[in-house]
């Protein structure tokens, strides 16, 4: 059978075994098979890469692969732009708008806290998500690669840790949103606005001690849960600032 020869760069290696990893390797190629199909029959899905060159040129998820091909495949790389070479990497989207799988849910929290438009729900289907992220051009975080794969999914990452303080500084570093931070500018609880609110109009809403020791509150334009800076807001003021810190370029 027919071969080509691949090799990965950067993180995409993640995606591969270790024998495969940092090296040139032969794989033997479908007919007239797309250079998509033959890399994500290794593994890597193809939201995560960035620029393909085959022989040197770069090439589009519709090359067809032929026999001895010499196959370069990128990830998006933090400190250097490739876009002007690439014909796989879509347009960057103009806000980071997430949509989050349901084992990610304090990772969504996290992001929500940050200032960062973030759906998510513990029943989402795969169906649903791969939907949602097409339809409203958000990126899709997941960590069922699977589901990367998808055809209707542009904007994705797979999410490395298992750790949600380690994820979202992953995911900052990744997509460069570092200055885009605005904390607590959304509701943690459903991702609605918070906007400032008159402690009068809600005072009958409040338990006793809070309405006599705090004076400034925000609700949720959605949900209308009400929030205040009580004993928490200094454990939330702390995640915010190491997660800046540890996400810094």
């Not at 033959?38 to 026999?67: M, N, R, W």
Request: aromatic share 12%; charged share 20%; with cysteine.
């Amino acid at each position: 059978m027919p071969h080509a020869y691949f090799r990965f760069y950067g993180s995409l290696n993640d995606f591969l075994p270790p024998f495969r990893r940092q090296r040139q390797f032969h794989r033997y190629i479908k007919e007239r098979g797309s250079i998509k199909d033959a890399i994500e029959a290794l593994g890597v899905p193809h939201p995560e890469v960035a620029l393909i060159l085959v022989h040197g040129t770069s090439v589009s998820f519709d090359y067809l692969v032929q026999p001895y091909d010499c196959i370069s495949v990128y990830p998006q790389f933090t400190h250097l732009d490739i876009t002007a070479l690439s014909r796989v990497q879509p347009p960057p989207l103009a806000q980071g708008r997430f949509v989050l799988d349901v084992h990610l849910g304090k990772l969504a929290t996290y992001l929500r806290l940050l200032g960062f438009d973030t759906l998510y729900r513990n029943d989402y289907h795969d169906d649903d998500l791969a939907q949602i992220s097409s339809q409203q051009q958000r990126i899709l975080l997941t960590q069922d690669r699977g589901l990367l794969k998808r055809s209707i999914v542009t904007y994705g990452y797979a999410v490395r840790s298992e750790h949600p303080d380690i994820q979202i500084i992953e995911v900052l570093q990744r997509f460069q949103l570092q200055a885009a931070v605005s904390p607590l500018q959304r509701c943690p609880r459903c991702n609605g606005p918070l906007r400032l609110v008159d402690k009068a109009t809600i005072a009958d809403q409040l338990p006793y001690y809070t309405r006599l020791y705090y004076d400034e509150f925000a609700q949720c334009q959605h949900c209308r849960q009400i929030y205040w800076k009580g004993a928490h807001y200094r454990r939330i003021q702390a995640l915010i600032e190491r997660v800046q810190t540890a996400s810094a370029p």
